[in-house]
């Protein structure tokens, strides 16, 4: 088998030379894989099997010793090697001094020996790799038994301990080598108080081993006293030949302290990443607290929730979701200085706990790093996953005292930074607690809003750009509060997708509005279509496709006259998810509607790859649209590009003749906005099919 040399450069000159020296090697040609970048490079290294890595430390997206030291994180057991010209030296050689193999000189790629050097570098790695994985597995063999295991040589001087060894004697291993034996381990007889080495070197002389029964003490270094069991037998070298001693002791208290200290650990940590949990989580924030008071500083809690988990979790499974937590446990214990504590609040939920030496505002730093941090790839059992996170942050003393307070309000601005887009931070004020208030409030109230019958849909119509006749209209929700009035959907949505409230309004809504429909259209009222928004929660939901099957055949709607508007967002999250969903929505005869075009996914190719009906031309488009515009080029490309791939286009939030002139021109199919009718309710949208919309509007 060939070995494969993975060539990261964005010198091509320099990869060909290699590529020809490397394939003209005497001793068998090698493979070579080669990448322009780092980011590129890592991905191939996880994709095929790799023996020697050669790196250019300057590259299109990654500079200096920072590629080094990111290469070496992903691969730490491969060879590496740095691609140095004569002004990089002083880089290739602090890469070595931080793991590398060594550099090539650019200027010595021809060189014959450039193959065999890198022949033995694999060679001599996988030895030392085997050597050490062979000494690593006895070290942990030792190690991970419970009893104490202590060696001597004939002069009955310590040559090793194992790490339960240095625990109970007390002695590290560094300071007990070399040492006498009955030092190191003061064994005496828990009875008569005399020394029980004499037996060891009865063993030793008498070549045969020692076993004793319960009652032997050990004296630790610092004087504690622990009742043991001693055996000791001698030590024989492959000849035969007689070179020491061995001791194994067992701590008979040993199993009841470990159990309790492990209940203890695991009592105040987090079972899946190990950091500590929300009841280590107070003690630390309250001494921190402590510190704080007492010194006239400053502290920050950092609450920070992963955005969009849940789709990780439902497409993926959990167990893929655990190893995501795992990884970002990782990054943010390996982000953050050792002085902060990082924490796991539960579910997809941490917090970072931070000392403030000087200014609130330093801690903005370190959110920035985090989102920096998280955002890079994941690559997780073969899965290359991208996560962001929305970061609250509050600041001892002015936003709490206490540590409750603090968590709290963290949270709160956590909730304020989704808000504003998601992967962002933002601080917490008073203002924000308000309206974190008002939000439970809302919260509560909406868990009974379906049961009092308190939700409606309000109808807005579609109208055929050149004729002016109604084409359909667009269910939109709305809630008749007991107290606040009507409240549009924007308020109270994001609240019902993160209460779970939002399946069964879904369902509540489409089931409505496909019943409305139907007596419109058994009226003899011409309704070409009925649109309903579906939620990224509810698109997600394993029982999403039979629940729509449900409600058509319940109500009797025809399917070809119901059309299911989606993000770009939505549909991009998983996109081969994605696509059996739609393409069953599709059989079943339901038209597909791609909404709030141009502001999601930057990728066009899903146009072709799903099964769209319809594009929404976004109403921040729309608003400011001039021909000369961006705004007008844009929506003049999406038109064009519609009608290029057969495809219906409908701009919505239409609000002046200008506006429907522009779109009228250049061909838009269908638009909708209070130009021609704000949303309403069912019986007055009735009389506008009957009457229709005045012809005077088409400019």
């Known amino acids: 088998m060939n070995n494969v040399v993975l060539v990261i450069t964005a010198d091509a000159a320099g990869a060909q030379n ?65 691609l140095a010209s004569e002004e990089d030296e002083s880089a290739a050689i602090e890469a070595v001094q931080r793991g590398a193999q060594g550099y090539l000189s650019k200027e010595n790629f021809f060189n014959s020996l450039v193959p065999q050097a890198l022949r033995n570098i694999i060679h001599r790695m996988a030895v030392e790799s085997a050597l050490f994985a062979e000494k690593e597995r006895s070290k942990v063999i030792l190690d991970s038994i419970g009893d104490a295991v202590l060696s001597s040589d004939l002069a009955g001087n310590v040559t090793y301990l194992n790490a339960v060894a240095e625990r109970m004697t007390g002695w590290p291993k560094d300071d007990a080598c070399g040492r006498p034996l009955a030092e190191v381990a003061s064994i005496v007889d828990g009875t008569t108080r005399a020394s029980v080495w004499e037996n060891l070197r009865i063993a030793i002389q008498e070549n045969k081993p020692v076993h004793e029964a319960a009652g032997m003490v050990l004296v630790r270094r610092d004087g504690h006293e622990t009742a043991i069991d001693m055996s000791a037998a001698p030590i024989h070298e492959r000849g035969g030949q007689l070179t020491g001693g061995v001791v194994v002791l067992h701590d008979a208290s040993a199993a009841q302290a470990a159990t309790l200290t492990k209940m203890t650990y695991l009592a105040q940590h987090d079972f899946l990443t190990d950091l500590p949990n929300r009841l280590l989580l107070n003690d630390r924030i309250s001494y921190v607290i402590t510190l704080a008071a007492r010194h006239h500083t400053q502290l920050a809690v950092l609450f920070l929730d992963l955005d969009n988990f849940k789709h990780v979790n439902d497409s993926l499974g959990h167990a893929i979701g655990d190893k995501l937590l795992q990884s970002v446990a990782k990054r943010l214990t390996t982000s953050m200085r050792t002085s902060d504590a990082v924490c796991r609040q539960g579910g997809d939920e941490f917090i970072i706990v931070i000392s403030l030496e000087k200014h609130a505002e330093d801690v903005s730093v370190a959110a920035e790093k985090i989102l920096a941090e998280l955002a890079l ?41 989704k808000k504003r887009g998601r992967n962002n931070y933002q601080f917490f004020d008073n203002e924000m607690n308000s309206r974190a208030i008002e939000r439970q409030a809302i919260e509560t109230d909406l868990r009974d809003a379906l049961s009092r019958q308190e939700l409606v849909l309000h109808y807005q119509p ?59 259209t058994d009226s003899g009222l011409q309704l070409g279509s009925i649109a309903v928004n579906v939620s990224a929660s509810e698109f997600r939901t394993a029982g999403f496709l039979e629940g729509v099957r449900r409600v058509l055949d319940d109500t009797r709607f025809d399917p070809h006259k119901l059309e299911l508007e989606l993000t770009e967002s939505v549909l991009m999250r998983n996109a081969e998810s994605s696509r059996a969903t739609l393409s069953a929505l599709k059989e079943m005869g339901v038209k597909l509607v791609v909404d709030d075009f141009g502001t999601g996914y930057s990728s066009l190719s899903y146009l072709k790859q799903f099964p769209i009906d319809v594009l929404k031309i976004d109403q921040s488009f729309v608003k400011d649209v001039l021909p000369s515009s961006d705004n007008g080029i844009i929506v003049t490309a999406v038109i064009g590009m519609g009608r290029n791939l057969r495809l219906r286009v409908v701009a919505e939030g239409i609000e002046t003749s200008a506006q429907c002139k522009f779109l009228r021109v250049r061909q838009c199919d269908e638009g909708q906005g209070f130009y021609f009718s704000q949303a309403v309710a069912a019986d007055q949208f009735g009389r506008l099919l009957e009457m229709g919309i005045s012809h005077s509007v088409l400019c």
């Open 377 to 417: 790839p994941h690559f997780v059992a073969g899965h290359r996953l991208q996560i962001t996170t929305s970061i609250g942050i509050s600041v001892y003393p002015q936003d709490g005292k206490e540590a409750d307070t603090l968590v709290k309000n963290a949270d709160a601005a956590m909730y304020h930074a």
């Open 462 to 520: 579609k109208v055929n750009l050149k004729t002016g006749v109604i084409t359909g209209c667009e269910a939109l929700l709305r809630w008749h509060h007991p107290r606040r009035g009507l409240m549009l959907p924007d308020h109270f949505v994001p609240i019902a997708e993160d209460c779970g409230l939002i399946g069964a309004i879904g369902s509540w809504v489409l089931r409505q509005a496909c019943k409305q429909a139907k007596e419109w």
């Open 18 to 82: 290699l590529q020809q020296v490397l394939a003209e090697a005497q001793d068998g040609p090698f493979d070579i894989v080669w990448t322009t970048t780092l980011a590129e490079g890592l991905i191939r290294f996880n994709e095929t099997r790799v023996d020697i890595i050669l790196v250019d430390l300057f590259l299109p997206d990654s500079h200096g010793i920072a590629t080094f030291d990111r290469l070496f994180l992903a691969a730490p057991n491969t060879p590496i090697m740095t």
